[in-house]
């Protein structure tokens, strides 16, 4: 089935430009060709129009129903959607690549050491939305080690591993707006099998279970030794800190005051403009004032680090990024996530809007809580309250005050705290398009700093 879903998107990618009229005479779509489509990528739309022509449903509410879907919590799932061909072609692209990137070494089960550990593992799988559309741009399969059964000082030592906060990627946007910076980023591919393994585990080894997909999947007596780090392992994302943090120090680069994930390189006779980067996971954001510097330092990132070339940022961790350079401003804003948080609750049509997130003077007390929680109520106010941190994380501080006062409540929520939650979904649900705003304060105020303080501080 995997075979023959990727010869027919290889075989509709290499046909000419097909009229949509075309769809309307050979698909029977119910209605015939839907206003709304839930892939960015039109090969895919193509498959999926396919895959639901069958059915009875009105296909624009498959496809909105597609847009939400949230990603699959196990295999099962995912082959159950309507989504199983797109997830099998990631199943096998995932596995190319870790085979191709030596990953694996092949032993049999009865050569191995009598205290050698061997863990199962499986997929994660995960939607990958554009922050502009909202729609599904990529689906990623993960493979990774169950690593919750791995013990700490036996199969694993450290696992600390820094990642830049949310302030330090708005205050990289914030000096590359001021400064008219270029601003781009750079996404490693796989990127923890591209980290060197750090020496740990019984026998210095730890083996897998072969997974759905390997060419041993159906084997008996056969087990992977892994040599590099995979996801899921708890040391890995350490090990990728280090190579990364190895790799750009040996290129002259100097962490950012306490910023252990965030590198700055001055000028010097190999590139002639001061460079920063933030690395976050695999994905990279890089400023730099020249151009010519920007695309040579990537070009050397990228011989040493399997990648690809976002160019400039227009979306990063799941925000939106609008630069207008001749006049220095930008906007950060999650307007695609926050109407997909909505629509998930169902607070996005007929909603009435309110001007504040909580009501003027009120605080939410202890004394609303209820004598036996609900756990209906309790999802639902924990799903709320945890989407609206994100917002405040990245883009709505203007939501931290509700969002501290509604995190107080989630062992316990009652109704009132829910009206509270939902209200503060409305003032979103009236605001969904607004986020920060930067700008150029002058030559004489860009290295000054300036702060507030509470009056009763």
Sequence with gaps: QLAVTRQTINRIEQQAQIPSAFFKQVLPVHPP?????????????????????DSKVDANLLANIDMLQPDPAHRGAAMASHFRPFWLTAEQEEWDGLWKRNCFKV??????????????????????????????SRFKARLIVQGFKMQ??????????????????????????????????????????????????????????????SPHANTSGIVYEVLRPLYGVPSSPRALHKTLDCYFKSEGFTNAGFEESVWRRPADAKYAADIIISCHVDDSLIACSSLLVMRKFKSALLQRFTGTDEGPVTQYLGCQLI???????????????????LRT??????VHTVATPMIPGTRLVKADCPATPSPTLQRRYRSIVGSIGYLVQMTRCDMAFAYGQLSLFLHNPGPV???????????????????????????????????WVDSDF
């Excluded at 050491?113 to 502009?132: E, G, M, N, P, Q």
């Excluded at 350079?325 to 996530?337: D, E, F, G, I």
């Design 345 to 350: 609750f169902d607070m996005w049509d007929e």
């Design 152 to 213: 700490q000082d036996v199969d694993y030592n450290d696992t600390f591993s820094p990642t830049p906060g949310s302030t330090a990627t708005r205050t990289i946007i914030s000096i590359a707006t001021a400064e008219d910076l270029e601003l781009h980023s750079v996404d490693f591919t796989q990127a923890f099998i591209q980290a060197d393994r750090l020496p740990e585990g019984v026998n210095g080894r730890f083996f897998i279970s072969p997974p759905p997909g």
């Design 107 to 136: 032993w049999k089960r009865s050569d191995l050491a009598a205290d050698d550990r061997v863990f199962t593992s499986r997929y994660v799988y995960k939607l990958k939305r554009d922050a502009i559309s909202g729609k599904v």
């Design 33 to 53: 060709m839907p206003h709304t489509l839930p892939f960015r990528d039109a090969a895919r739309n193509k498959v999926w129009l396919a895959i639901v022509s």
């Design 417 to 451: 705290h829910m009206a509270a939650a939902e209200r503060a979904l409305a003032y979103v649900r009236g605001t969904h398009d607004q986020g920060l705003s930067y700008c150029d304060p002058g030559a004489e105020n860009r290295n000054v700093l300036t702060g």
């Design 323 to 341: 630069r207008d350079r001749p006049n220095r401003t930008s906007q950060l804003v999650q307007t695609a996530y926050t109407e997909r948080l």
